[in-house]
T-cell receptor, first 114, second 110 residues
Framework: KAGVTQTPRYLIKTRGQQVTLSCSPI?????VSWYQQTPGQGLQFLFE???????NKGNFPGRFSGRQFSNSRSEMNVSTLELGDSALYLC?????????????FGPGTRLLVL | GENVEQHPSTLSVQEGDSAVIKCTYS??????FPWYKQELGKGPQLIID?????GEKKDQRIAVTLNKTAKHFSLHITETQPEDSAVYFC?????????FGGGTRVLVKP
């Protein structure tokens, strides 16, 4: 079974631009979560989607948004990019997002904001 | 919300020795505790997990213990090998999201 895939793997943007990242979950998984990883803040939860609905959200500004499609693929968007948005963005999938379910991570998209 | 603390932040061990990483959590409602290993340029990979109805779990050279009363859990790696060198993260699960510890960079010296 193929793992979680994320595209693109690397991205360079300038301040003020917007960016869209894509995540394809493991086949059959319907829950997709997004995390931001930085050296200073570690791994932080952004949001979780299940059946095309955002079910849970972390403490990030409204510039960070996401959506999920009927095939469970998910995208996240960051508008008006800031230097501090430079990070590794990780997507994880699980069957239904239950509290005791294993989340499987993709390789991440490394975003650099100049 | 949940808060997970992880110690130490770095750990250097000689090949063949054991490594122990400790985590504490704050939310008594958390009931699932996975451990992830992250190698350079890759996403976190699950290595072992434990659920709240179990006190200990072992998988070959890796074991995890959980003390729900004290709200702490630990990862034990025995007979360490150079390929165990990586960053390890503990996490606690509640409300459809994982809260991660700060990570431990493990270096196994040959």
């Amino acid at each position: 079974k193929a793992g979680v895939t994320q595209t693109p793997r690397y991205l360079i943007k300038t301040r003020g631009q917007q960016v869209t990242l894509s995540c394809s979950p493991i086949s059959g998984h319907r829950s997709v979560s997004w995390y931001q990883q930085t050296p200073g803040q570690g791994l932080q939860f952004l949001f979780e989607y299940f059946s095309e609905t955002q079910r849970n959200k972390g403490n990030f500004p409204g510039r960070f948004s996401g959506r999920q499609f009927s095939n469970s693929r998910s995208e996240m968007n960051v508008s008006t990019l800031e230097l501090g948005d430079s990070a590794l963005y990780l997507c994880a999938s699980s069957l239904t997002g239950g509290q005791q379910e294993t989340q499987y991570f993709g390789p991440g998209t490394r975003l650099l904001v100049l | 919300g949940e808060n997970v603390e992880q110690h130490p932040s770095t750990l250097s061990v000689q090949e063949g020795d054991s490594a122990v990483i400790k985590c504490t959590y704050s939310d008594s409602a958390s009931n699932y505790f996975p451990w992830y290993k992250q190698e350079l340029g890759k996403g976190p990979q699950l290595i072992i997990d434990i659920r709240s109805n179990v006190g200990e779990k072992k998988d070959q050279r890796i074991a995890v213990t959980l003390n729900k009363t004290a709200k702490h859990f630990s990862l034990h790696i025995t007979e360490t090998q150079p390929e165990d060198s990586a960053v390890y993260f503990c996490a606690a699960a509640g409300s459809n999201k994982l809260t991660f510890g700060g990570g431990t960079r493990v270096l196994v010296k040959p």
